[in-house]
């Protein structure tokens, strides 16, 4: 028998033979031991692996043991079963359908005799068993059982429920039943009820608890899997399970590894088998393409086996480690033959690297996950608002500042007598030079303008041809508007060039001029140039503190649009830490760079006052209002750094987590990931998780993920295992040399049992196997 699942089996467990009469009279006349060919060649025909005939209360050996000789052949395992007739409530009949284990032969025997002149005859009254008889029949056996209850019309059925069927109970006991998990199934047979069925159990939140199966429930042979010709076709039931009573028990009561079309699996890349070579001799471990976990003491080898099957890539940087891995390979003979090439691998996560993967600010350490983020949100065209204010309002400090540097830099003028006045010689004053750095700006905003857009909007791929051509001939305007402010910004150049020439030359005639004056005459001049400066500084600064107002913030009103990229259940979010910009955010971060209680009155204030107010004032900058905008430069570089978030129904699940709902966010997203076909393989992914988050959340995050692609993983968590219902477990053992030993869970043979290795192995496994199979102490 193989190890583990490499295709599902397809079963019919409710098939009616010759010793249902007694009920179906004429119906199941051709279903005798020597028809059983017959019936072979229809299971065959519909590809059956897995069947059981299960007559009325009723049960054979003997025709159950000439079906048994097609086992191996054309089957792969027939199971013995009754379908007994049940009274629940004292009145109302139920059918079970009842599979048995198959490996005590002694117990069929009383099987088939307590039909024959035990308790099933005795208790058997009015073509129905009491529900106490029926499991005192069960008892005396002494088999291990499953019991599939009838429900062939599906619960939300608003006919009449089928006599035989668990509704016809009424629904509060049905709801009852299916609370306590009575029943390992209940058996639906037309095609259309698979859909309300799955409806019903979503709905009603007990997918956990009510299992569907098919049966085909099949009266004439001859018509397999109908009983007659003209019914409908029956959907079969597909299980991945080994054809063992232990996988059907393991099977048919966990529905992840039921479904009606066989598939399970992805197509996904995978590796078929391990090969590793211990002391010269090879060792082949079959995979599963599902999931496959490897178990085994501490300092064993389990996540040595990953780092080799991956060629040790994630270690190359870890020379100490690598040297450990190499010397225990050589000391225990070890080789690990089998590579997985690194382009059929989505990832490999390390031990503790998913914690290290939002440890990282930029997630640097992940590019799948960084791949997530959107674009980085345009801080700076925010920032951009703030700073043009900032700009405004700097402006207006410096202007309040020169005022007052003017008024301490007019100084005395020494009047002269009348007859002095009288013969005063003016040569003239300088002109003054204008200020066109405005234009100097405004000209270099034009070809910022214009670059951005040919380079960036007009190039862009997604932009439709006509709103290109629209854009292109925005483009053409704006070179023409920059033409004629470079051609202003030029003949502004030339002017102050003149103004520059000119005032050389004053300076210079007046130097010269001077030499050939009377020191009177000089004296006369000075005068007389100071008079008019004095009388201009005088004006000009009446005229400033005229214009010397309360500044007032004119931003207008921002909210800032943070870049999102939804991604299953969460929101990944590119933004920055503040929300809006307005004039409360511009007085905010005036008011955080000041002491406490201050305020900058512009008209007023002078920079012996700023100095004062500025809070933990910079000892390194002299100059106040340097230092002020150094205070408010650290302010914004913190508000407009780009940050990242990722939120769920609206809460930040990014920042500031635990580690254990950082991994579960991480599994969440790989476990919606369909492009990438590569096998994923994960140390301890139980690291950091609590076992409630665990059996709520991760274990569904990879059965997800293992129906695209193949698992493997190192694991001490029995929830990892059990619970998750693996495929295929790898234990690594070491008494004389490193051992294996491996299979899908139901697995047993003469040297083991995979549920005895995890019960055995680790911590809780065997609490956790016991919660599993939990089934009217059934000893599985």
Known sequence: ??????????????????????????????????????????????????????????????????????EGKELLKVLPGVEFSVKFDGKKVIHIV?????????????????FVKGIGKEKYIDGAYERDDYFAILKEVGLDFVMIAHQKKTPTSTQKPHKSDVMSLGRETFNELLFMEYFDAYEFRQRDNEIFNKKFSLDNNVKEKLRFVTGSDCHNWNFYPNSSENEDDVR????????????????????????????????????????????????????????NVVIGDNSIGKSLLLHELTEERAITSLPKLKKGYEKYLCQNGIEVETKIAEKDIFKFNYQGQIREIFEDENLKADRYLAEFFPNEIDAQGYRRIVEQELESFYKRLEYKFDYDDKINQLLPLELLDEEEIENELVLGIELETQDISKLQKLVEEFKSVISSMKKGLIANSELDEKDRNHLESEVEFLEMLLQKYSNKYEKAKLERTKINAFNTALKTFKRKYSERQTDQQNRHNAFSEEKKILAENIANLIKTRNSLTPYECLIEET?????????????????????????????????????????????????????????????????????????????????????????????????????????????????????????????????????????????????????????????????????????????????????IQSGALEYEDDEYSILKIVADNIDGGIYTIQQRVKRYEKNI
Not at 9 to 32: C, M, P, R
Not at 248 to 259: E, P
């Open 98 to 114: 009842t599979v048995f284990d198959d490996k005590d032969e002694e117990g069929l025997k009383r099987l088939e005799e307590s």
């Open 559 to 739: 909210e800032v649009e943070p870049e999102v990229n939804p991604v299953d259940a969460f929101l990944f979010v590119s933004k920055i830490a503040i929300e809006k910009i307005d004039n409360a955010y511009f007085e905010e971060i005036l008011k955080g760079s000041l002491k406490k209680g201050n305020r900058i009155q512009v008209e007023e204030i002078t920079r012996e006052d700023l100095r004062k107010m500025i809070s933990r004032y910079p000892t390194e900058i002299d100059d106040p209002l340097e230092a002020l905008k150094f205070k408010i430069k650290t302010r914004l570089d913190a508000d407009f750094k780009p940050i990242k978030a990722i939120t769920e129904n609206g809460k930040d699940v990014y920042t500031d987590l635990s580690a254990g709902f950082n991994s579960r966010i991480y599994f969440k997203l790989l476990s919606g990931e369909e492009k990438n076909k590569g096998i994923y393989i994960i140390d301890q992914p139980e690291d950091h998780i609590s076992q409630k988050a665990i059996k709520e959340d991760v274990l569904e995050q990879f059965r997800n993920m293992a129906k695209r692609r193949q698992i493997i993983m190192v694991t001490h968590n029995p929830q990892f295992i059990v619970n998750l219902d693996v495929d295929n477990v790898i234990f690594l053992s070491k008494e004389k040399e490193v051992m």
């Open 236 to 291: 079969f039931t597909y299980l991945k399970a080994l054809p063992t009573f232990k996988g059907l028990v393991m099977a048919i009561t966990d529905y992840h590894r039921i479904n009606y079309s066989g598939s399970f699996w992805g197509q996904g890349r995978y590796v078929k088998e391990l090969c590793i070579n211990i002391h010269g001799k090879k060792n082949y471990v079959p995979l599963s393409r599902g999931i």
């Open 1 to 70: 028998m193989k190890k583990i699942v490499d295709k599902p089996i397809k079963i019919d467990l409710h098939i009616h033979s010759f010793f249902s009469n007694h009920k179906d009279g004429k119906k199941v006349a051709f279903n005798t031991e020597e028809n059983i060919p017959v019936l072979i060649a229809k299971l065959r025909q519909n590809e059956i692996d897995m069947c059981a005939i299960t007559d009325h209360d009723r049960f054979s050996l003997d025709l159950y043991k000439t079906l048994k000789l097609y």
